[in-house]
């Protein structure tokens, strides 16, 4: 894999010597970076592909990912929320990753009334019994038992056999 994912990198090198400004290929080449495990290479090739185009918002997306795997919480917070600002499709359900991902996040940097906020977005966006599962965790850690029994009711009456909640 590391082997062809040089190779991938030397042929997208190929062509930015030819079109140093081609946002794809500097977004497609932090994608590599990013599978690889080389975050910090990640991350200047995400950047480069914002300073080219600024409203794409999964460039700012994955750099948000590679921070919180870099352990840099403030600086992945601004990413997801940049990437969340320049989703022109506030209600894309396939961009909830990215608010679920602030909200853990904000719960890292003990922002609780906020990550609450989020973690509640995700719910609204999708509707998934996961979504509900992961503002229940949060409620726990937080120990608002009695927001944690309502939502435990909530998820009762949508899913009745979920066991997890049962307990």
Known sequence: MLFRSQRTI????????LAPNYV?????????????GQFGKAVEKFNKAIDIDPLFPL???RKGYCLVRMRKYPE???AFRRAISKDKKKNRRDFTEAYENLANVLYIEKKY????????????????????MSLLSFYRNTHKTAAAKELCRRILEIDPKNQKVRE
């Open 76 to 78: 992945a917070e601004t």
């Open 113 to 132: 009334a906020e990550a609450e906020k989020y973690y509640k977005r995700v719910i609204e966006l999708t509707h998934k019994p996961e979504a509900y």
């Open 24 to 36: 794809q290929v500097h977004y497609q080449e932090g994608n590599i970076y990013l599978k690889t």
């Open 10 to 17: 030397a042929k997208y090198d190929d062509v930015l010597r």
């Open 59 to 61: 460039s700012s997306f």
